[in-house]
């Protein structure tokens, strides 16, 4: 029997761990390349670089209390708190995920790797979230599908830990064992009571549930085959929403000259 992985960091350095980065390495690259703005916020999962593609002036790396126990801090400095520090990334901050040390309507781009499903109150870390953003502006979340064939496993594992199977060696978590698997479809709902609108859904990872890295690789199919057969059953999703704020206007440019009524001539009759 293999036994549980309880940290989320230990799971990263696994076969199915790597394959999981590597594919939301991707889809944070591609979603967050063209976003423009000041200030961009990554809250959770240092392990993961997601705004390495991101041309934002300043960008911050910031870890919730409850994840410092294996992050390393950073010595500071004038450099972009996002630069590698001896190949590893810097925690340039360390807060309490449902109190952010912002200003309201101060970031126009916060990223959750994974950071709602391993929050005490995940509901009240994305208020906060909405609280920061800008107008307008984006989260970018990922998280665990319970919908899968990686959610199924780890709900059984679950059961059977509950159950006291495990003693006999029937099951073992495959997924760490902290935190609590959001659906995609209850993400929606948050999202929507906090007036967000979700621009771009997708799924990803739709390999079985193996350990090896042998038996991942012979799987590489599932994935061509995943999003046209099974969409919605890929192990990870990954959602962009944006902050809508009624009756906010974008204004244009101040140098766009404004058209004015003219009055048409009127002609006055001469009876002579």
């Not at 939301?24 to 690259?29: I, P, S, T, V, W």
């Not at 590893?88 to 994974?114: G, K, M, Q, W, Y």
């Not at 496993?153 to 978590?173: E, K, N, T, W, Y």
């Not at 999703?237 to 009624?246: D, G, I, L, N, S």
Request: glycine residues 8%; hydrophobic residues 45%.
């Amino acid at each position: 029997m293999n036994p549980p992985i309880i940290s989320l960091t230990d799971w990263f350095q696994t076969a199915p761990g790597g394959y999981l980065l590597a594919w939301e390495k991707a889809q944070f690259d591609l979603a967050v390349a063209n976003l423009f703005g000041y200030n961009a916020l990554q809250l959770g999962l240092s392990e993961l670089h997601t705004l390495e593609a991101n041309r934002m002036p300043h960008r911050w790396l910031a870890l919730p209390e409850e994840f410092m126990g294996e992050a390393v801090l950073g010595s500071g400095g004038e450099d972009d708190p996002l630069a590698p520090l001896n190949g590893s990334p810097r925690v340039a901050l360390v807060t309490n995920a449902a109190a952010l040390p912002f200003p309201e309507a101060s970031i126009d781009l916060v990223v959750l790797p994974h950071t709602l499903e391993l929050s005490a109150d995940p509901h009240h870390v994305l208020r906060e979230v909405e609280r920061v953003l800008v107008p307008e502006g984006r989260v970018v979340i990922s998280g665990f599908n319970p919908n899968s064939l990686w959610g199924l496993r780890q709900s059984r594992g679950r059961l059977a830990d509950r159950m006291g199977l495990s003693a006999f060696g029937v099951s073992s978590l495959y997924l760490p064992e902290a935190g609590e698997f959001i659906g995609p479809g209850r993400l929606r709902d948050w999202l929507q009571l906090l007036s967000f609108e979700v621009e771009s859904e997708r799924f990803g990872c739709y390999r079985p549930a193996v350990r090896s890295d042998k038996w991942l690789q012979r799987m590489t199919w599932m994935d061509r085959a995943g999003p046209r057969w099974w969409p919605i059953f890929g192990a990870v999703y990954f959602v962009v929403a944006v902050k809508r704020v009624r009756g906010v206007r974008l204004l244009g440019p101040a140098w766009r000259p404004r058209r004015t009524v003219v009055s048409a001539p009127v002609s006055v009759a001469n009876r002579h």
